[in-house]
């Protein structure tokens, strides 16, 4: 029965295989529109809404806007890689350098007048999206200021301040945040201040402007920044005042509503997240500055393809729908954090929220995003990242000793770089 | 060095023929025309799976092998790096490590999944009511969204709020940091897959079973048998050649896990200290998350040279002539 049946199935198998085989156009264009712009962004990134508007301010003019789903940067590469199906328009995620060593792939939209607006947006998100060779590259989409979130009604339960420009005061520093987590824990035991020491570890780096590698491809993981992070982190999880859980995880999601998570410091974006996993505790949340001072987590940006045939016009669609104007938009539908002091300022930011008990918390993410130092987010940062991130969660789950985990990291780094990264260059010691 | 047109559509050789039938023909291009009257149905026929095996199976091979020897983030220029793939690949722990997660969480998984679903056959082999409703219930498992199981799993499992730690502490028990600790993370990724596949191979074993002869049963309980005796001296011999093909499978699916840390993890790190982090999941975070493409490759021919050390010793243990 077997054999018969598969021989009447060929054909059937063959079908699709004859019919791609003979419509496949030179490019896989989704929508048969040649004329159209196509945008590839991933989900949540940009609100519809805004392309629509563009269309019906210039006739004539349409956007094909595809929500890239799954693995997004890997399409990306695919489609580069085979030099067919490229998009005119590609949003990027914080990782945008990953793309620097493939720049002549982008156009570069200083060329394209986008220069005029650079002093609309905050410095040090506009520079990172300009390649080391000074091609502006990525157009500045959303940031993610971070700041401390904290149970007003548990700081209060334990003798602390729960005003938020009280609490900024106190906690400014990671010291004093770990001071006042102890008294917070002798008051409530089983409480926490951060899901892991990661998060310490990650915080504190985003909070400084040297990461791992500077603009000109030497390594600083070994450097002052990165060790001082490092510390922090391993003098959370030696004091205790961090749990072992990780974010995103049911267990976060548990533990922020017992009230066993009572603080965390993380971006903006966490302000919906928190809201959808810990309903229950609406109205006891407030939002202060973080301590050790201003920092940023994600954020995305716009670039135009070599290969698009209509980069001028390109060019025009992102300044507008990325204009102060569109990332109000964006914020309002979206959770968009805007990356333009101009729109940082509009009175639609301006609202009392009910789940951070009526606080305006942008005015505690407005400060931060202005004072977010100039980084560099370089492209073996996703090599190394993790390598340090591993090796702290040894430290603080496995109860690795923090020395060797330090000197494990740091060979691997040398191991890793020196294989996939022979560009990044190490100090002559 | 600039080849990188690696396009797989050459062009098939005489698809125009453009001579009519009554003309005079060359003797060789009518041996051709024969050949073709004869035998072009039958290529036509078999083509589509030579056509997709080249696409997806052959074409992916090749570039596999040609880019182990290259270094590529998948944009900028390849560059050919030699050896150097391998020579990383020999030397590098975290492989290694990868390598014998696979194989403990094979071991964890497969050992009791088997034995539970050689009982469970047993069981639904006998005369008991509701057999169908059992079966189907014993399959759903294996239907289910493996995401799915992986979310659930992973808030079972949790360390502070999850039900397994909240029995353990309401029995006086002490809390086991199931996606902390090194052998909490293997048994947790085991336990997904036992509770996926023991349904299924209890199914192909109940077949096996029903294959048995009733009567050798019948005239063992006349030699008083208990149902022991019955389990272990008729049904597990009776049993060895399906038992053995469930071992290839498992073994199969054992050295392929993925999923299950990749989404109980949320990322390719396999959980602290890598304690989940199987071979295919190392391959995937080398090449698609570091966008390290040649080395990708490189641990994918790693993979290879396992698998077939493990179809080797498959292959043996089948041939081995039955006593």
């Not at chain 1, 947006?121 to 959303?142: C, E, I, N, R």
């Not at chain 2, 979310?151 to 909240?166: E, R, T």
């Given at each position: 029965?077997?054999?018969?049946?598969?021989?009447?199935?060929?054909?059937?198998?063959?079908?699709?295989?004859?019919?791609?085989?003979?419509?496949?156009?030179?490019?896989?264009?989704?929508?048969?529109?040649?004329?159209?712009?196509?945008?590839?962004?991933?989900?949540?990134?940009?609100?519809?809404?805004?392309?629509?508007?563009?269309?019906?301010?210039?006739?004539?003019?349409?956007?094909?806007?595809?929500?890239?789903?799954?693995?997004?940067?890997?399409?990306?590469?695919?489609?580069?890689?085979?030099?067919?199906?490229?998009?005119?328009?590609?949003?990027?995620?914080?990782?945008?350098?990953?793309?620097?060593?493939?720049?002549?792939?982008?156009?570069?939209?200083?060329?394209?007048?986008?220069?005029?607006?650079?002093?609309?947006?905050?410095?040090?998100?506009?520079?990172?999206?300009?390649?080391?060779?000074?091609?502006?590259?990525?157009?500045?989409?959303d940031?993610g200021p971070i700041a401390l979130f904290y149970r007003a009604d548990?700081f209060?339960?334990?003798?602390?301040?729960s005003d938020p420009d009280?609490v900024s005061?106190?906690?400014?520093?990671?010291?004093?945040?770990?001071?006042?987590?102890?008294?917070?824990?002798?008051?409530?035991?089983?409480?926490?201040?951060?899901?892991?020491?990661?998060?310490?570890?990650?915080?504190?780096?985003?909070?400084?402007?040297?990461?791992?590698?500077?603009?000109?491809?030497?390594?600083?993981?070994?450097?002052?920044?990165?060790?001082?992070?490092?510390?922090?982190?391993?003098?959370?999880?030696?004091?205790?005042?961090?749990?072992?859980?990780?974010?995103?995880?049911?267990?976060?999601?548990?533990?922020a509503?017992?009230?066993?998570?009572?603080t965390f410091?993380n971006a903006v974006w966490m302000k919906a997240v928190l809201a959808d996993s810990a309903a229950d505790t609406a109205g006891r949340w407030r939002v202060a500055q973080a301590?050790?001072?201003?920092?940023?987590?994600?954020?995305?940006?716009?670039?135009?393809?070599?290969?698009?045939?209509?980069?001028?016009?390109?060019?025009?669609?992102?300044?507008?729908?990325?204009?102060?104007?569109?990332?109000v938009?964006g914020y309002t539908s979206l959770d968009l954090y805007p990356?333009?002091?101009?729109a940082l300022t509009d009175p639609a930011l301006q609202q009392p929220e009910k789940f951070y008990g009526g606080q305006n918390t942008n005015e505690v993410f407005a400060i931060a995003a202005?004072?977010?130092?100039?980084?560099?987010?370089?492209?073996?940062?996703?090599?190394?990242?993790?390598?340090?991130?591993?090796?702290?969660?040894?430290?603080?789950?496995?109860?690795?000793?923090?020395?060797?985990?330090?000197?494990?990291?740091?060979?691997?780094?040398?191991?890793?770089?020196?294989?996939?990264?022979?560009?990044?260059?190490?100090?002559?010691? | 060095?600039?080849?990188?047109?690696?396009?797989?559509?050459?062009?098939?050789?005489?698809?125009?023929?453009?001579?009519?039938?009554?003309?005079?023909?060359?003797?060789?291009?009518?041996?051709?025309?024969?050949?073709?009257?004869?035998?072009?149905?039958?290529?036509?026929?078999?083509?589509?799976?030579?056509?997709?095996?080249?696409?997806?199976?052959?074409?992916?091979?090749?570039?596999?092998?040609?880019?182990?020897?290259?270094?590529?983030?998948?944009?900028?220029?390849?560059?050919?790096?030699?050896?150097?793939?391998?020579?990383?690949?020999?030397?590098?722990?975290?492989?290694?490590?990868?390598?014998?997660?696979?194989?403990?969480?094979?071991?964890?998984?497969?050992?009791?999944?088997?034995?539970?679903?050689?009982?469970?056959?047993?069981?639904?082999?006998?005369?008991?009511?509701?057999?169908?409703?059992?079966?189907?219930?014993?399959?759903?498992?294996?239907?289910?969204?493996?995401?799915?199981?992986?979310?659930?799993?992973?808030?079972?499992?949790?360390?502070?709020?999850?039900?397994?730690?909240?029995?353990?502490?309401?029995?006086?028990?002490?809390?086991?940091?199931?996606?902390?600790?090194?052998?909490?993370?293997?048994?947790?990724?085991?336990?997904?897959?036992?509770?996926?596949?023991?349904?299924?191979?209890?199914?192909?074993?109940?077949?096996?079973?029903?294959?048995?002869?009733?009567?050798?049963?019948?005239?063992?309980?006349?030699?008083?048998?208990?149902?022991?005796?019955?389990?272990?001296?008729?049904?597990?011999?009776?049993?060895?050649?399906?038992?053995?093909?469930?071992?290839?499978?498992?073994?199969?699916?054992?050295?392929?896990?993925?999923?299950?840390?990749?989404?109980?993890?949320?990322?390719?790190?396999?959980?602290?200290?890598?304690?989940?982090?199987?071979?295919?999941?190392?391959?995937?975070?080398?090449?698609?998350?570091?966008?390290?493409?040649?080395?990708?490759?490189?641990?994918?021919?790693?993979?290879?040279?396992?698998?077939?050390?493990?179809?080797?010793?498959?292959?043996?243990?089948?041939?081995?002539?039955?006593?």
């Amino acid at each position: 029965m077997n054999t018969r049946w598969r021989v009447r199935l060929l054909p059937l198998a063959a079908t699709p295989l004859l019919l791609t085989g003979c419509t496949v156009p030179a490019q896989f264009r989704s929508r048969s529109d040649p004329d159209a712009v196509t945008l590839w962004y991933w989900n949540r990134s940009i609100e519809p809404e805004l392309f629509r508007q563009y269309e019906r301010d210039h006739p004539g003019v349409r956007i094909d806007d595809q929500i890239i789903g799954g693995d997004y940067s890997a399409k990306l590469r695919t489609v580069l890689a085979g030099q067919t199906a490229i998009p005119d328009i590609v949003a990027f995620n914080d990782n945008i350098a990953t793309y620097f060593r493939a720049e002549e792939q982008f156009a570069d939209l200083y060329e394209y007048g986008l220069g005029e607006v650079e002093n609309q947006y905050l410095g040090w998100k506009w520079g990172a999206g300009v390649t080391p060779s000074g091609k502006l590259m990525g157009f500045p989409m959303d940031t993610g200021p971070i700041a401390l979130f904290y149970r007003a009604d548990l700081f209060e339960q334990a003798g602390l301040p729960s005003d938020p420009d009280e609490v900024s005061a106190r906690m400014s520093t990671w010291e004093d945040f770990y001071a006042a987590g102890q008294q917070l824990q002798s008051a409530i035991p089983g409480t926490f201040l951060l899901d892991s020491a990661n998060e310490v570890y990650i915080s504190s780096l985003r909070q400084s402007a040297d990461y791992y590698v500077t603009r000109d491809d030497l390594y600083i993981g070994d450097g002052e920044s990165v060790r001082r992070s490092w510390n922090l982190g391993v003098q959370a999880a030696q004091l205790g005042v961090v749990a072992r859980t990780n974010t995103f995880t049911s267990d976060w999601s548990a533990a922020a509503t017992t009230g066993a998570l009572a603080t965390f410091v993380n971006a903006v974006w966490m302000k919906a997240v928190l809201a959808d996993s810990a309903a229950d505790t609406a109205g006891r949340w407030r939002v202060a500055q973080a301590p050790g001072g201003a920092g940023n987590r994600g954020g995305s940006f716009l670039g135009v393809t070599q290969a698009s045939q209509k980069k001028e016009l390109a060019a025009d669609i992102i300044r507008s729908i990325q204009s102060p104007a569109g990332q109000v938009v964006g914020y309002t539908s979206l959770d968009l954090y805007p990356a333009a002091p101009a729109a940082l300022t509009d009175p639609a930011l301006q609202q009392p929220e009910k789940f951070y008990g009526g606080q305006n918390t942008n005015e505690v993410f407005a400060i931060a995003a202005e004072n977010v130092p100039d980084f560099y987010y370089s492209g073996a940062d996703d090599v190394l990242h993790p390598i340090f991130t591993d090796e702290m969660t040894n430290v603080a789950i496995l109860g690795k000793d923090p020395e060797q985990a330090w000197a494990d990291a740091q060979s691997q780094v040398r191991r890793e770089v020196r294989h996939k990264m022979p560009w990044v260059r190490f100090e002559e010691a | 060095m600039t080849t990188t047109d690696i396009s797989p559509a050459a062009q098939p050789a005489g698809t125009t023929p453009g001579s009519g039938l009554g003309t005079i023909q060359e003797p060789a291009i009518s041996a051709l025309t024969k050949f073709r009257q004869r035998y072009m149905a039958q290529y036509i026929a078999i083509a589509p799976f030579y056509i997709l095996f080249a696409i997806f199976g052959l074409f992916p091979i090749i570039f596999a092998l040609y880019l182990a020897f290259q270094n590529w983030d998948g944009i900028a220029p390849m560059e050919y790096v030699g050896l150097a793939q391998f020579e990383y690949l020999l030397t590098d722990r975290l492989f290694y490590d990868s390598v014998l997660n696979t194989l403990i969480i094979w071991v964890l998984s497969t050992v009791p999944m088997l034995a539970f679903a050689l009982v469970l056959a047993f069981m639904l082999n006998q005369s008991i009511r509701g057999k169908s409703l059992y079966r189907i219930g014993f399959f759903i498992p294996n239907v289910t969204s493996i995401v799915a199981i992986a979310i659930v799993f992973g808030s079972l499992f949790g360390n502070q709020f999850g039900l397994i730690n909240a029995l353990l502490r309401s029995i006086g028990a002490d809390q086991i940091g199931w996606l902390t600790s090194d052998w909490g993370i293997k048994l947790t990724v085991a336990a997904m897959v036992i509770w996926r596949w023991t349904g299924y191979n209890a199914i192909i074993y109940l077949a096996g079973l029903q294959a048995i002869p009733d009567d050798l049963y019948d005239a063992a309980k006349v030699d008083g048998a208990d149902t022991w005796r019955l389990f272990r001296d008729i049904t597990i011999p009776l049993l060895r050649p399906v038992i053995l093909f469930t071992v290839i499978t498992s073994t199969i699916g054992g050295l392929q896990i993925f999923t299950e840390p990749q989404v109980l993890f949320g990322d390719s790190s396999g959980g602290p200290g890598s304690a989940g982090q199987t071979m295919v999941l190392y391959l995937y975070d080398q090449a698609f998350v570091q966008n390290q493409f040649g080395y990708g490759a490189a641990v994918g021919w790693g993979i290879f040279v396992v698998v077939l050390a493990f179809s080797i010793i498959n292959w043996r243990v089948l041939n081995r002539p039955a006593d």
